[in-house]
């Protein structure tokens, strides 16, 4: 934890068996990805969780404060 007010939202940890989870109908080719492919799907994915989150994140607060 940070400063007072300020807490981590882990958000995920990528690996190639929860990529193969999410889509077993492409398990061959998820085994074959390199390390780099995976790192670049991680970091599209974190991309797009930061968006929706953000969403998220200001529809809690209003909700909240209002």
Partial sequence: MGQSGEYTVTLFQLSR???TEARPDLKDRIQNLKDTDIEAI??????A???IYRMVLALTVA???Q
């Avoid at 991680?42 to 991309?47: I, V």
């Fill in 17 to 19: 068996e929860e990529l």
């Fill in 42 to 47: 991680a970091l599209q994915a974190e991309k």
């Fill in 49 to 51: 969780m930061q968006d």
């Fill in 63 to 65: 909700s909240y404060v």
